[in-house]
C-alpha cells in the first residue's frame, strides 16, 4: 500500500493537482482555520477524539466487510456449479501461479486476519 502512495505521490499531474490545490484560497483558509482550532487545547481534544472514533469504525466496517466475503464464499460452496467451476480453476496452473502470488502478498495476510 505504501509503494502505491508512493507511485502516486510521483506522478507529476497528481504532484501538479497538488500544488494547485495548495496555492487555492479555499486550501489557505482552512490550513488557518484549523491551525487556530488546534491552538485551542479543548477543541484540539475534541477533534482528536473525533478522529480516534471514526478511525476506529472504520476498522470495524473493513472487519465486517471481511467477515461479510468469507460467510459469503462459504455459503457459495454448497452450490454444486461453483464447486465444479473451482475444481476447473484449481486444476489450471496459471491459477494455481496467481493464487500463490496472493497468499504471499501481505495485503492479503491484513486480509486474512481482519477475518480472523
Known amino acids: 500500500m505504501m509503494a502505491a502512495a508512493k507511485e502516486m505521490m510521483d506522478n ?3 504532484q501538479k493537482q497538488m500544488k494547485k490545490l495548495s496555492e487555492s484560497k ?3 483558509e482552512s490550513i488557518k482555520k484549523t491551525t487556530e482550532t488546534l491552538k485551542d487545547p479543548n477543541q484540539a481534544a ?3 477524539a473525533k478522529m480516534e ?5 472504520g476498522e470495524d466496517d473493513l472487519k ?3 467477515l461479510n466475503s468469507m ?23 496459471q491459477f494455481k501461479a496467481q493464487l500463490k502470488a496472493m497468499t504471499q502478498d501481505p495485503k492479503f495476510k ?3 486476519g481482519a477475518v480472523r
Open 110 to 112: 491484513d486480509y486474512v
Open 53 to 57: 472514533h471514526m478511525l476506529k469504525r
Open 64 to 66: 465486517k466487510g471481511a
Open 71 to 93: 460467510e459469503e464464499a462459504m455459503a457459495s460452496m454448497s452450490d454444486p456449479n461453483v464447486m465444479a467451476e473451482m475444481s476447473k480453476m484449481m486444476s489450471d496452473p
Open 12 to 14: 507529476p499531474t497528481f
Open 26 to 28: 479555499e486550501f489557505k
Open 46 to 48: 475534541k477533534l482528536e
